[in-house]
């Protein structure tokens, strides 16, 4: 039976904070303040529960939050096989300024991973994968994991014949994209300069195609954060406008993460390109204003569908 393996190396217990008006350098009182477990892998899974969809995850644990990262999914219904850890697993802070609109993200490196516990991840890991399920491979490996995991880990899945999505940036992409994943999520960030990230047009669109298949990448969707996202499928591709959802604060912890579960079900449901982009905008849109990926609900999604607007971008 084909199984859907979640790969968080580097779980997180998110922590949110709000904040009215959040003034640097100065006390500031808390609002409303709470946990809820996360990571990107995590994350996909919760949003793929929330459609029926079993998975497994996989990856290191440890420390005070072992118990409830694993009590939480068991609730949900979700599959574990989490290794754990003596270090606490990390703890990522979200700042919401609710006046201003703003989210401050600060993210701890996770705790240290030996090298025998590594070893005996990778091994459980290539007993799990067969042939037809599908891999996904997600975020930043914490200190003690090589910045080629994800190579070898494609390597693995694929010599099963597993389908493999990769999510993940910088060192850790760029010696993935290596062993060829066969769908990859990526940012528009990672591939222009720093101080043009709040300035870019439509204009900009055909060149961030051009660095994405310099990488060889032949099918991926970019995420453009509040201006959509673009796909690429062979020699096609295509532009997602973003939705107006509808209110002030934009809560974007989690979007990326739904959007790749949409890619998942794309891929079980049989959708072509088109349709698959609509569902990875519209989840992303409803993790944007339901706060958590657990609330990424179908009916919730559907409401967006058919609001979003899918274009073959043309390259001259």
Avoid at 12 to 23: E, H, R, S, W
Avoid at 195 to 220: C, H, M, N
Avoid at 233 to 261: F, H, T
Wanted: charged share 25%; hydrophobic share 40%.
């Amino acid at each position: 039976m084909k199984k859907i393996i979640c790969v968080t190396l580097n779980p997180a217990m998110d922590k949110t904070i709000f904040i009215n008006d959040y003034k640097e350098s100065r006390v500031n009182l808390i609002d409303e303040s709470y946990y809820e477990i996360g990571g990107k892998g995590v994350n996909v899974a919760k949003v793929l529960n929330n459609f029926e969809i079993k998975s497994i995850v996989t990856g290191f644990v440890g420390g005070i939050w072992t118990d409830p990262f694993r009590t939480k999914l068991m609730k949900m219904g979700i599959e574990t096989k989490f290794f754990k850890l003596i270090q606490d697993t990390r703890t990522n802070t979200k700042l919401i300024d609710t006046k201003k609109g703003i989210c401050t993200a600060i993210n701890e490196k996770g705790p240290f991973v030996p090298e025998e516990l590594l070893e005996r991840f990778i091994q459980s890991y290539t007993l799990m994968c067969h042939e037809e399920d599908i891999i996904v491979l997600t975020g930043t490996p914490p200190p003690g994991v090589p910045s080629d995991i994800y190579y070898t880990l494609i390597q693995i899945a694929k010599n099963k014949g597993a389908y493999v999505i990769l999510d993940s940036h910088g060192e850790p992409l760029s010696k993935g994209l290596a062993a060829k994943p066969d769908m990859v999520k990526l940012s528009y960030r990672d591939y222009i300069p720093q101080e043009y990230w709040g300035k870019l047009t439509k204009a900009d669109f055909p060149y961030i195609i051009s660095k994405v298949r310099e990488s060889q990448i032949t099918k991926g969707i970019i995420s453009l954060g509040h201006y959509g996202a673009l796909m690429i499928d062979q020699d096609k591709n295509y532009y997602a406008n973003a939705l107006e959802v509808g209110v002030d604060l934009k809560y974007p912890v989690g979007a990326g993460d739904a959007m790749v579960a949409a890619l998942i079900i794309g891929k079980l449901e049989e959708f072509d390109m088109i349709t698959t982009m609509k569902y990875a905008i519209a989840c992303g849109a409803t993790c944007v204003i339901t706060k958590d990926t657990s609330n990424c609900k179908p009916t919730e999604v559907n409401k967006f569908i058919s609001e979003v607007d899918v274009n073959e971008l043309m390259m001259y």
